[in-house]
């Protein structure tokens, strides 16, 4: 047997081990993407100089807008970059299919900041909320992607392994309802925290009956 057909079976399925990007490099990349993220949302709040008197009094009137949206958006993509985390630390390897899911998935969060921009602009129009449930919507999608990849490469139970994903769903039928209505596609939103804190409870019992716990 040559060098490359044991390096080729050093791994399950014959993965080349060489071809595969270290966790921690993954993970650093994924920490500047939510770092400059989150810096691009920050530097959106502007209010416009040489302004005075009324004029000053309506422009920090808008600045509220501004930092609500930011507030929104920080924490859709603190709460992605927690449960990124989360599911790296149970990844075993690397692979071709987590490595590019997660570069799509780190693609749809360094757009954030666009759709947040929209929806400051255009909240009560189809394009504010609808670009941002889907741009959000599909990050949360493959973030779930890559958590049930890594569950199933690995065999390890998963603290997120829920039949449904939570956020994605929230947020994509929201797109629908902001075509009726956008002020009822915002307020959907809400409902990721009950929906979210009833998968984590439903994982959180699904583990303990895996191992055997009460």
């Known amino acids: 047997m ?16 060489a071809a595969e990007v270290p966790r921690e490099r993954l993970i650093t990349l994924t920490d500047g993407v939510v770092a400059i993220a989150l810096t691009l949302l920050v530097l ?28 929104l958006s920080a924490v859709v993509i603190a709460v992605f970059w927690r449960a990124h985390h989360a599911s790296m630390r ?8 987590l490595f590019w899911l997660n570069i799509a998935f780190l693609v749809l969060v360094s757009l954030i900041p666009f759709p947040t921009s929209v929806l400051e602009d255009y909240s009560d129009r189809t394009v504010g909320p609808g670009l941002y ?13 890559m958590e049930a990849h890594i569950h199933r490469s690995t065999g390890v139970a998963s603290l997120r392994s829920v ?24 307020w959907s939103w809400a409902a990721t925290v009950p929906l979210a804190w009833a998968a984590d409870r439903y994982a959180s019992r699904a583990d303990r009956t895996g191992t055997g716990q009460p």
């Open 90 to 97: 149970r990844a075993v390897r690397i692979d071709s299919a």
């Open 133 to 145: 449930g889907t741009v959000v919507g599909l990050a949360a999608l493959l973030l779930y992607a």
């Open 44 to 71: 959106d709040i502007q209010v416009p100089k040489g302004l005075s008197g009324r004029e000053l009094d309506d422009a920090l009137d808008d600045v509220w807008s501004q930092i609500a949206t930011f507030l």
């Open 2 to 17: 040559d060098d490359g057909t044991r390096r080729a079976g050093s791994r399950p399925g014959g993965a080349d081990p």
């Open 163 to 186: 039949p449904l994903p939570a956020q994605a769903v929230v947020f994509l039928v929201s797109v629908g309802i902001a075509v009726v209505s956008p002020l009822a596609a915002l």
